[in-house]
């Protein structure tokens, strides 16, 4: 199984888990949930899982907003808070993501022939310009203490490496327009806490 | 400019006669040629209502493989990619099958596949078929994906499709229709284009494995589509595209032309040239004498019209013949007097009696609404075989595929081809 069928049972499960808040419930509830997740990300509608639908609509997520979906899952599953630090992190990581999107996207729209996705072919000469770019950006997090985040780009990385998705181009490995979608949710969402200044809930159980 | 490494040049096995270099003003040195051995077949049967998108490509054994859609409609769930086979020895088309639907490339590519669409087909040096076609999840053909499938017993059975991914955004909107070619390390040159906010032409480099190696945009902005390229050395070729932007001062829209000098790293700025085009598909092939000849609807407005064009050693094309022209009736004309047309020209088709019938019933079944009809010839997709012979296929009133073989001479006995035998 490929990373990118793995990607949309992902996006399957953490939209369940969100829409049932499966973090706040009970741990014996919580397993029914995933329970729940598992049979209906198999069952097939119309002879195709569910996910498989999703991955018609939004293809192959990149390898870092996999990383983050499973994260969540994990941490929705345990019932695991993020630390304040944590937090911060992602907030950095969702920050450098919206900068390269926001100058790369429109790239791929054509209105000029600069093209910096072909650059993400281990083939074309300047490749590693995109390599370097987010090699660049990976420094820049572990600078600001998030190794976290850091990594996170490390792996990504890493599995274009051993050819993890479908896709034999760089970028498709780092961003996605979903981790673009997800990144501005986060941001304003934490923006809008910040604004309403409550003070912090202490969990039990803090860890990623 | 840096000359390209050997395995990044194009693969070309002629050279093209040199360019008349000297000032514009200077009368042209046209060649005539004469088009002759011309023969029309229909290769598609009854089994879709309507067929579009045909695409051909000559078999190492020697025989010719066609590939197109048919469906009930355009963007029907029961759209398939057909095949079919023509045999050098009885100078037929065999029954087409059909090859590939949206059900097994949804079970294949493992995602939910909603309709098919535009298919081209080439064989690489190491005799495998290779097939790439277009296909839609959800919404229109902007949204479209390219996938790949291929053939090791020269398309009698095809292997498992593989989805290209092609574009960051969501791979969205990436299209074939242009001749795929082959660099010189075997690697398969295929022109695509995107048609989502904008409308682009790009040269994909696919590996034989179905890798994408790298793309270069070949255009830019949102009127040029459906590139066609023509190889005339290791590191030159000239691309014609399909033009869907406004009409110039003088009413006119025409096809563009853009040109690489590096194996295609970069193409330059596209041009007009003198042929019209009314945002339809064109073709490029190769000339031993002439360097390359093109088939266009050369008109402002619809497709009523398919001509053959050579190109000059002025840089300027001129017609050499005309396959279908209805110019007289470029107008909608009433259902009896498009019967009577289309009955007339049926008539010199190698098919049945019955199926001649058949053939203009559809055409009336999809082309007239309210008793008015309309002519349509398109999409075409001409190859050169390894004799020098011209293999033309193209859509015939969205109700056939039609496959027109003919030689291109020159005029000038001396310069003749030779043909040792006619397809």
């Given at each position: ?11 399957w ?57 499973s ?58 310009l ?9 420094i820049?997090l ?30 498709d ?14 941001l ?21 | ?12 096995k ?9 000032p ?26 309507l067929?579009?998108?045909?695409a ?9 493989i ?40 949804q ?91 904008g ?16 793309k ?28 869907a ?8 829209k ?52 398919l ?37 007339y ?34 999409y ?8 020098g ?12 595929i039609?496959?027109?073989s ?18």
């Amino acid at each position: 199984m490929s990373a990118g069928i793995i990607s949309s049972f992902l996006v399957w499960a953490a939209l369940l888990a969100f829409i049932f808040r499966i973090k706040n419930r009970p741990p014996r509830v919580r397993i029914l949930i995933v329970v729940g997740i598992i049979i209906s990300g198999l069952i097939p509608l119309s002879g195709l899982p569910i996910p498989l639908y999703i991955r018609a609509g939004i293809g192959d997520l990149s390898i870092v907003t996999q990383l983050l979906l499973s994260i969540y899952l994990i941490n929705s599953l345990a019932g695991i808070y993020s630390t304040p630090a944590r937090k911060v992190a992602y907030q950095q990581l969702c920050i450098f993501m919206l900068i390269t999107g926001l100058w790369f996207y429109p790239t791929t729209l054509g209105l000029t022939y600069f093209d910096p996705y072909r650059f993400g072919y281990i083939t074309d000469s300047m490749h590693w310009l995109i390599l370097g770019y987010f090699f660049f950006g990976a420094i820049i997090l572990l600078l600001l203490q998030s190794s976290w985040t850091s990594g996170i780009l490390c792996i990504a990385t890493l599995s274009f490496c051993v050819n993890s998705l479908e896709s034999t181009n760089y970028w498709d490995h780092m961003i996605d327009p979903i981790l673009m979608i997800g990144s501005i949710i986060f941001l304003m969402s934490s923006f809008i806490g910040q604004l309403k200044k409550k003070p912090e809930k202490k969990h039990p159980r803090q860890s990623f | 400019m840096l000359t390209p490494a050997p395995s990044h040049q194009f693969s070309v096995k002629h050279q093209d006669p040199p360019l008349d270099s000297s000032p514009t003003h200077t009368v042209p040195n046209v060649t005539p040629n004469v088009i002759s051995n011309l023969v029309s077949r229909v290769i598609n049967d009854d089994s879709a209502r309507l067929v579009h998108a045909p695409a051909i490509t000559q078999l190492n054994t020697g025989g010719l493989i066609a590939t197109w859609w048919g469906g009930s409609r355009e963007g029907g769930k029961d759209v398939k990619v057909y095949t079919s086979f023509f045999n050098p020895d009885s100078l037929t088309w065999d029954a087409p099958i059909a090859a590939l639907t949206a059900k097994n490339t949804q079970e294949q590519t493992l995602r939910y596949i909603r309709k098919l669409g535009n298919v081209v087909i080439t064989q690489d040096p190491e005799g495998t078929l290779h097939l790439f076609y277009v296909s839609v999840s959800f919404g229109g053909w902007a949204a479209s994906a390219i996938n790949w499938s291929t053939s090791f017993d020269e398309g009698q059975t095809w292997s498992a499709s593989k989805r290209l991914i092609t574009s960051p955004f969501l791979n969205l909107s990436t299209l074939v229709k242009g001749t795929p070619f082959f660099y010189a390390d075997g690697s398969i040159g295929l022109p695509v284009y995107h048609e989502f906010a904008g409308k682009f032409a790009e040269l994909l480099h696919v590996s034989t494995r179905g890798e994408v190696l790298t793309k270069t945009r070949m255009s830019k902005g949102k009127y040029s589509l459906q590139p066609v390229v023509h190889v005339s050395s290791p590191t030159n070729a000239l691309a014609l595209m399909r033009y869907a932007g406004p009409r110039d001062p003088y009413g006119n829209k025409k096809v563009l032309q853009t040109t690489t000098q590096d194996a295609g790293a970069h193409w330059s700025e596209p041009t007009f040239i003198n042929i019209k085009n009314p945002n339809s598909a064109v073709a490029l092939a190769h000339h031993n004498t002439l360097g390359k000849i093109g088939v266009f609807n050369d008109t402002n407005r619809d497709r009523y019209r398919l001509k053959l064009y050579q190109y000059n050693p002025d840089q300027r094309w001129s017609a050499v013949h005309s396959f279908e022209d209805k110019t007289p009736q470029a107008l909608k004309v009433p259902q009896n007097y498009y019967e009577k047309t289309l009955s007339y020209d049926v008539s010199q088709f190698i098919v049945s009696k019955e199926r001649k019938s058949r053939i203009v019933s559809r055409a009336i079944e999809n082309m007239c609404e309210n008793n008015q009809c309309e002519f349509q010839y398109d999409y075409p997709y001409l190859i050169q075989d390894k004799r020098g012979q011209y293999h033309l296929v193209y859509t015939w009133n969205k109700s056939a595929i039609k496959h027109i073989s003919f030689t291109l001479n020159s005029a000038n006995p001396a310069s003749t081809l030779t043909t040792d035998k006619n397809l």
